[in-house]
C-alpha cells in the first residue's frame, strides 16, 4: 500500500488540502484510494506513535491502525492519503530547543517502522519565515516572538535543514514540498499529486485557491477562457492564472501585514531573500520535488 502523509506545516493551508482531497474521495475510490476523515486517524496516528516511540511496534500494530483508519476493506486499498499538520508538533512546540520541529526524525522514523511494508511519501507545505512566524505565534500561547523562538535566530532558519534531516532518517522517503506562496497557482496540481493521479485530469475544486485571492470578476473571466481553450495544457494554464493573478488579486488576500517589535522592512526583506535562495537548495535535493508554477 502507498501511505501518503501530508504533515502541513503549520499556517500553510488550514486544512484546505485536506478538504480539496475529501471533495474528490468518491471518485478516485474505484483506483482504489482511500481519504478518510481526519477523526479517524490523527488521534490515533499519534497515540500510536507516541506508544512505541521507545520500542518496536508489533507485528499486529499496521493491521490495527488501518483496521481503525479504513471504513473499506484495506485489501482494496492501494493509496492511503492521510493530512495531520500537527504530527510534528503542536505549533507552540514548532521551534522547541531553537530547532524546526526538533522530533520530526524521530517521530517520523516511528512511522516508517509501523508502515514497513508500505511505501511512505511525504508531502509538506513550506512558508516564507517572515510570515509563517508572525503566524506561529498567533496559534500558539506565547505572547512575544522570543518565547516561541526558544533561542532561534529567524534569519538562520531554513526550510532545507528540516528536510536534510528526514532525508537523512528515512533516505528511502520520497518527499513533495512546494511554497505556500505558489498554492494559487499549483492547487490543482498538489491535490492530484496526493491523490496519485495524472496531472491533466479534470477534478473538483483545483481552482478553489484561485478564486480565493482573486476578485470575482477575474475568476468569471478565467472561466470564460478556459472554456473557449478546454485543451490548454497545464503549464501554459498556470502562465494564464498568475496572469489573472496579477491584474485581479484582492490586496486583503494577498498582502499581510507585519507588526513585529524590531522588523522593519529591510529586515522582512532580507528574511524574503533567504526564503527565495532555500527554495533553489530544495529544488536541487535528491529525492525531494518542489512543486512550481
Known sequence: MQVILHLGVHCTDEDRLLKGLLRNADSWRHAGVAIPGPSRYRRLLSEAVNSIASGRPTPEAREILIDSILSEDPEDVKRLVLSHRNFLSVPKLALQDGLLYRLAERRLGTLRELFAEDHLELHIGLRDFATWLPALLAESPDEHLGALLHGADPMHLRWSSLLRRI??????????????????????????????????????????????????????????????????????????????????????????????????GAYVDMLSELYDEDLEVIAAMDQVTLVLP
Open 167 to 264: 532525508r537523512a532518517a528515512l533516505p528511502d522517503v520520497p518527499i513533495t514540498a512546494w511554497a505556500n506562496e505558489d498554492t494559487p497557482l499549483i492547487w490543482g496540481q498538489l491535490l492530484r499529486r496526493m491523490g496519485g493521479q495524472p496531472l491533466d485530469r479534470k477534478i473538483t475544486g483545483a481552482f478553489d485557491m484561485l478564486a480565493a485571492v482573486i476578485a470575482p470578476e477575474g475568476m468569471r473571466r478565467f472561466r470564460a477562457f478556459l472554456k473557449e481553450n478546454p485543451d490548454l495544457p497545464e503549464p501554459q494554464k498556470r502562465k494564464v492564472m498568475a496572469a489573472f493573478m496579477d491584474k485581479y488579486a484582492l490586496d486583503e488576500a494577498v498582502e499581510e501585514e507585519l507588526d513585529l517589535p524590531g522588523w522593519d
